[in-house]
């Protein structure tokens, strides 16, 4: 994968900062937004690692020529696609906290997500093996986080969305056969009398016993 290494240079052609970017497209258009009057120069193109180090060289040599660099850091410690410290993330969760993302972004964050599923086999897995844990903290998260919803936004009101609409034969074999795979574990049994018993309802034995033997 190609990084570029580039520089923001002022009106009088000194340099301002220095970075390191994989998409310079999206670089360019975050950097105008700050700061308009800053000129964005593409200074090489390579690997990570040697984009990396050459950055925090390019850093030395500017400070020491007296250039007043807005860089916080000596450069090479991150670069693009490596995974954030806990301090990072949080700063940026701090940054976008009680925001709303646009439809244009959560456009691009579909197409981005897409495309990570699609591509790197250990997200799948991980996310995979995240969404096999359900337990009690998230089921509480999870609907808590609806509840707030639909006071902000109201009901969506699902019944219009899917009112209309009639399941395939297909449809309904496989949700059959779903359901009695997880009949058939006494785990699941178990976990429903369980929940029955909670709201004090009752199931007839012979319901019992015919389901199981359907499901075996």
Avoid at 82 to 101: E, M, N, Q, Y
Avoid at 122 to 137: D, G, H, I, M, S
Avoid at 206 to 212: P, Y
């Amino acid at each position: 994968m190609r990084y570029y290494l580039y520089d923001l240079v002022n009106k009088a052609n000194k340099p301002c900062y220095v970075g390191l970017t994989r998409i310079p497209e999206r670089r360019t258009r975050e950097h105008k937004a700050k700061h308009p009057r800053l000129r964005f120069r593409i200074l090489v193109v390579g690997e990570k690692d040697y984009i990396r180090e050459l950055e925090k060289k390019l850093i030395a040599v500017y400070v020491k020529r007296g250039y007043s660099l807005k860089n916080v850091s000596p450069g090479g410690q991150w670069c693009p696609g490596d995974p954030k410290s806990a301090l990072t993330r949080a700063r940026i969760s701090a940054v976008h906290l009680g925001k709303k993302r646009s439809a244009a972004c959560i456009a691009r964050m579909s197409v981005a997500m897409r495309k990570k599923w699609e591509s790197d086999a250990a997200f799948r897995e991980k996310v995979t093996a995240a969404n096999r844990v359900w337990t009690p903290e998230r089921r509480a998260n999870n609907s808590a986080a609806q509840k707030r919803r639909i006071a902000e936004q109201g009901h969506p009101n699902l019944g219009k969305r899917w009112s209309n609409k009639k399941r395939s034969a297909e449809h309904c074999e496989s949700m059959r056969k779903a359901a009695l795979a997880r009949w058939s574990r006494p785990e699941h049994r178990a976990k429903f009398a369980d929940t029955l018993k909670r709201k004090g309802l009752t199931l007839r034995k012979a319901c019992w016993e015919s389901t199981a033997m359907e499901g075996a």
